[in-house]
């Protein structure tokens, strides 16, 4: 259940923020400011690379390095493959967990470390696969680390990971996974390394339009600013009770939707499911008739309407990256759930470059699942 007084009440937010969800998100702008520097001080503005790799490979442990390579794949549109090497072992633990490289990984290929744990000896056994292979590695990591060593010592690149005073609030009993913003301290120097090699374009104007866009969006989403006019509280508010179906259209819609759902469980405990159009509207259907449909719970007259908590129907979270074309299936989306007599939110980010409608989209998307943190009640 949702307690959406409570979103209305900057002090009860903060009293109920005890890890700093809020503060979070709000500082993105800021890690991304740092974390380009930070590129720029590592030599990543002075390399002279021969050309595009064969295929980039992204490594890392919890939901950073997945989110890296979903916009790394998204952004570059193509033009390079980008795939995530998805670890093994008995707990996802520093030290259990193991990664290895596909057998045709070699010297035309790149490795990119998303490591925000220092010393984590997978990740380090995983730099020595990539020496071995003469694959070139580029890490994010703590500098000084045992991780960054190793990679010094592979004749790779590390850069060290921006970070800020909040990210200790969640080295502690209880914290989420991963603290709101860690996504764009590993993935903002990976964008400029892209931009040097020719996957994308990221120059160092474009990711200050990038800090600029998410300083706006942390305005414009703030807990002093009431949900009627504010995306991430009217987000929260729309799936109050809900089971989200988070349905993208475009290459970084579908990547900010896994990234939602993702952080919706994570930080608001809240189940999601993802799926892209148009195929969202054959494996989801079902859903929008079944027991989850918005009409499927009757009028129990033996339920406990105090006691019980209400059942969770589907809530359709439409994503694009932009306007609908005539070859969209927006518009199929829509005349679906009018027939299912099912909610739908809608998010579509304003102009500029796709690497701000990727914030925007992140933005308000990660606000919503702290503000749904935040006021939930049990």
């Not at 809530?315 to 518009?331: E, F, K, M, N, Q």
């Amino acid at each position: 259940m949702l307690d959406e007084s409570l979103l209305d009440a900057p002090e009860a937010l903060a009293g109920a923020d005890r890890f700093g969800l809020l503060r979070g998100v709000a500082e993105s702008g800021a890690r991304v400011r740092t974390a380009a520097r930070s590129a720029i001080e590592s030599g990543i503005a002075d390399l002279t690379p021969d050309g595009r790799p064969r295929s980039v490979l992204v490594a890392g442990p919890g939901p950073a390095a997945g989110g890296v390579a979903d916009l790394l794949r998204a952004l570059s549109g193509g033009s390079c493959p980008v795939s995530l090497i998805q670890p093994t072992g008995v707990a996802p633990l520093p030290g259990a967990l193991r990664w290895t490289l596909p057998g045709w990984a070699g010297p035309l290929d790149l490795l990119l470390l998303a490591g925000p744990d220092a010393a984590d000896p997978g990740l380090a056994e995983l730099v020595e696969q990539a020496y071995r292979r003469g694959c070139a590695v580029v890490a994010v990591t703590p500098a000084g680390g045992p991780l960054a060593e190793a990679v010094i010592q592979a004749r790779g690149l590390a850069v060290p990971l921006a970070t800020t005073s909040y990210d200790a609030e969640f080295d502690v009993e209880g914290a989420p996974p991963a603290a709101p913003g860690t996504l764009w301290s590993v993935l903002i120097p990976l964008l400029a390394l892209a931009d040097r090699i020719g996957l994308l374009s990221a120059p160092p104007d474009a990711l200050g339009k990038l800090a600029d866009r998410l300083d706006q969006l942390a305005e414009r989403c703030g807990p002093a600013i009431p949900t009627y006019t504010n995306p991430g509280k009217t987000l929260a508010a729309d799936l109050a009770d809900a089971l989200p179906l988070i349905w993208t259209e475009g290459l970084i819609a579908h990547a900010v939707g896994r990234h939602f759902a993702t952080e919706l469980a994570g930080l608001a405990g809240r189940p999601a499911l993802a799926a892209e159009l148009p195929e969202a509207l054959t494996t989801h259907r079902t859903l929008l008739a079944g027991a989850l449909a918005a009409g499927a719970d009757p009028d129990d007259f033996f339920r406990d309407r105090v006691e019980q908590a209400p059942a969770l129907h589907a809530r359709i979270v439409l994503l694009r990256d932009g306007a609908a074309g005539p070859l969209s299936a927006t518009r199929a989306a829509h005349q679906l759930a009018e027939e299912r007599d099912t909610a739908l939110s809608e998010l579509e980010p304003g102009t500029g470059s796709d690497l701000e409608k990727a914030a925007e989209l992140l933005a308000i998307a990660d606000f919503g699942a702290v503000y749904l943190a935040l006021a939930g009640t049990e």
